[in-house]
């Protein structure tokens, strides 16, 4: 794979992006970055809401971040829409990079991030839900550079 070259003077200025929180879950959502498998996220429009951030655009580039706070890639956004959480289908969660084979599979694994209390810390609301119709921002991005060291 060829990726396109990013000066480094560019990374500080490039937002961050954070899959999940540090732990497991960010540690394998990156390395399905880097392996090609993920080219998708969702995001809740709750926590853009939230944190006063725009929600993503097609061209913006971010600083993939691992676990331990190290920039490890860049990725550039190919495509965005905000749907009703119903409205995710097979090619978003394919997309995803998480092996889920089925909407139902992904939903629910999805519930259980979004219903646990690191994000509904992040919300400053303990009785934070989803549903149907929740709101959520389907992004797709390309992998512009892998910024880890050459062995």
Not at 53 to 67: A, F, K, Q, T
Not at 93 to 110: C, F, I, K, L, Y
Not at 116 to 122: I, N, Y
Request: hydrophobic share 40%; proline share 7%; with cysteine.
């Amino acid at each position: 794979m060829t990726y396109d070259a990013v000066p480094p003077r560019d990374l500080a200025s490039m937002a961050r992006a954070e899959f999940a929180f540090p732990g497991p879950l960010r540690d394998r959502l990156v390395t399905a970055v880097l392996d090609g498998s993920k080219t998708a996220t969702t995001g809740l429009v709750a926590g853009y809401t939230h944190e006063g951030e725009p929600l993503p655009e097609v061209g913006n580039r971010s600083v993939v971040i691992d676990s331990d706070d190290r920039p490890v890639a860049v990725i550039e956004v190919t495509g965005v829409c905000v749907v009703p959480l119903a409205q995710v289908d097979l090619g978003h969660v394919v997309d995803e990079g998480e092996g889920h084979t089925s909407v139902a599979e992904w939903r629910a694994s999805h519930e259980r991030f979004w219903h646990g209390e690191e994000v509904r810390t992040a919300l400053d609301d303990p009785e934070f839900t989803v549903h149907d119709g929740t709101p959520i921002v389907l992004e797709r991005f390309r992998l512009l550079s892998d910024l880890r060291p050459s062995v």
